[in-house]
């Protein structure tokens, strides 16, 4: 049998955490089980415990901030498959570049339509949605 899939939201405001569980909660339906960290530091430990197909990633954060967490993640072979998506409100050209060169694998910007990160995740997940 199969790993369930496991997504990972990352970000220091309690409200907009809330926010994504409840965006995502249709993955839950399907098997995919929702984490959640509130700081760099902690997402770390769990991307390296939990191995998530795929993290939801604030960039301005305590402890550790979002690009250094991906830039950690894509340097380690044994995580750097994990798919990164940067959902910040950083949106200026240097921000986004930045994700890049850190390796995120997809970067939107707040405030986010929730339908489109659903649909996004999906794809990405490659799960059905009734």
Do not use: W
């Not at 790993?3 to 098997?31: F, N, S």
């Not at 044994?78 to 850190?102: C, H, P, Y």
């Not at 489109?116 to 995740?121: A, M, W, Y």
């Amino acid at each position: 049998m199969t790993e369930p899939k496991k997504v990972l939201i990352v970000d220091d405001e309690a409200h907009i955490r809330l926010l994504l569980e409840q965006t995502l909660d249709e993955l839950e339906e399907v098997g995919v089980s929702l984490l959640v960290a509130e700081d760099g530091g902690k997402a770390l430990r769990m991307i390296r415990d939990e191995r998530p197909q795929l993290v939801v990633l604030d960039v301005m954060m305590p402890v550790m901030n979002g690009f250094d967490v991906c830039k950690t993640v894509k340097a380690d072979g044994d995580l750097k498959s994990t798919f990164i998506l940067m959902l910040t409100a950083k949106g200026q050209e240097l921000d986004r570049n930045t994700g890049q060169e850190v390796g995120a694998d997809m970067y939107m910007t707040k405030p986010f339509d929730p339908d489109e990160v659903l649909e996004r995740i999906a794809a990405v997940l490659e799960v059905e949605l009734e």
